[in-house]
């Protein structure tokens, strides 16, 4: 009986241990895109680095200029959960977007790096636009009062 006891506690002990080893101290945080992409930019080098050491170092763009091909995009989002206080909202941690330019030949030319610091605002209008298209004509305003009172008592 004694043993059995002893194993118990042993086991009980090495399940908590255990489960509190797994336990990380660590953020959660969301990727979006290449992670570390601004130290991966680094490694891009201008009038050296081609298109072909472009895609092994950062891997395809997200995107590519519709009007010529010159022009690669990548993009790298990290969201992280906020505090308690404001209920676990997300919070934007890091929003950097690199933006490439290669000449005919494939040679990188320029490269520019905004994080969500230089980024500028753009303010949108708050007014109303109307048409005609969106006001109904008398013949359904009429047709839809007909119908509401069809099935209103129901």
């Avoid at 489960?19 to 601004?38: A, R, S, W």
Wanted: charged letters at 25%.
């Amino acid at each position: 009986m004694f043993f059995k006891i002893k194993y118990h506690i042993l086991i009980k002990v090495v399940l908590i241990s255990l489960f509190l080893y797994n336990c990380q101290l660590k953020e959660p945080t969301k990727n979006h895109g290449i992670v570390f992409l601004e130290n991966r930019a680094k490694k891009l080098l201008i009038n050296k680095t081609n298109k072909n050491d472009t895609i092994k170092i950062l891997g395809t763009p997200h995107s590519i200029s519709l009007d010529d091909d010159s022009l690669w995009i990548y993009i790298e989002r990290t969201f992280t959960k906020g505090s308690y206080l404001k209920l676990g909202k997300n919070i934007l941690k890091t929003n950097n977007v690199l933006i490439l330019n290669y000449d005919k030949y494939g040679i990188l030319k320029e490269k520019k790096l905004l994080n969500k610091d230089n980024k500028e605002e753009i303010v949108f209008s708050q007014d109303i636009t109307e048409n005609k298209m969106s006001q109904r004509s008398f013949v359904s305003k009429f047709l839809n009062s007909i119908k509401t009172k069809m099935y209103g008592n129901k």
